[in-house]
């Protein structure tokens, strides 16, 4: 076996239908007092339910969360907490939502507590990020890390079937990472492939019938998994070309993973043989695209809103952040963007 290093990061998780109701009063309790909740206007209804044991604690909310969190975001969210004194922040919501929740805890070194409501993964990893200037800059910091996470499965049975699908590719792409990785661990890869195993498994039926849940109990179970490894290993190739297609062309996050995923897989080939085995098929690439078309996810960059016109200067982006060459980036994004796949 080759040497390792495997550091645990210290997030505590509870799992299960209807904690966000049970849970979530004495998690809040052993963390702060006056809390801030940050969600979406969408699930405000849904949070403020949620929230109402907590009476006078609930000292301020901020809703006006965007996805790949503007500075401007940033900083609204930063003046909500500073003006509300809170010691606490709940996020209740995706990836954007908790996005928004790092970038004020790394600033004011207060504890989060997340209850997601997608398949990010983003509430196990100290990443945050912001986005000023059409680019996305990424950081490390424990103070990002959510203390406590709640997954409660019967929140996401609301997921409409394209957010289901193309945010449950976002997962699985965590863990094709996690099993090539140079910084990945014997530890991290059993997190990898078990987090395959359950997506797949869930993703399909959760998207055929998303009141489901059991089928919603394995996805969220795999998207958990998948942020676990995320944590641990750095980005992944196809990552690091969504991050540069999500902050140059505002595209959707889960979506864009969901189109490059394959893509990037298909540059790989020995090196994702145990996620070939996981999906039970002789080259992953394949799989993944198959689980893409089969849940309805999104399979061209021309469907989530890239504009031919672009691919040149986001080769050019890619070529210079040392992702690819530029030929080869070019290529990337003109299969990518029709959608033309080759078995
Ligand atoms: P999102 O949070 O923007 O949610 C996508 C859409 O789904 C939104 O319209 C939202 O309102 C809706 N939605 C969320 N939960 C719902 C529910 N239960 N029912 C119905 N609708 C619901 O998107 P996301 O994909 O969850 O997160 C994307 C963001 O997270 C990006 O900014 C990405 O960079 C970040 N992210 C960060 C990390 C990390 O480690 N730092 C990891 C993954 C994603």
Redo the contacts with the bound molecule.
Sequence with gaps: MRPFRYQSLPSRVVFGNGSSRHDLMSEVDSLGSRVLLIT?K??EALADELVAPLGERLVGRFTD?R???PQEGADAARTAADRARADCRLSI???????TA?SVAVQARIPIVAV???????E??P???VTEGGR?R?ARSLD?LPRTVLYDPS??????AG?TA??GM?ALA?CVGALYLPDTDPITGLVAEEGIRALAAGLPRSVSSPDDLSARADALYGAYLA?AA??VVGPATHHRIC?VL?GAYGL???QTHSVVLPYAAALLDVELSRVAAVLSVPRAADGLRDLAVRTGAPISLAEIGMLSSDLDEAAGLIAAQGILDAPAAREFLAAAHKGRWEQ
């Design positions: 979406t969408r699930a969360v996805e790949h969190v919501g995706g990836g954007s939502v908790v996005g790092k997601p409501t997608t398949y990010a993964g983003s196990l990893t990443t945050w990020g996305k990424t990002a929140l996401t049975v609301s997921l409409p957010v193309a945010s976002n965590h942020g995320l944590a991050h999500g959707p996050h889960a």
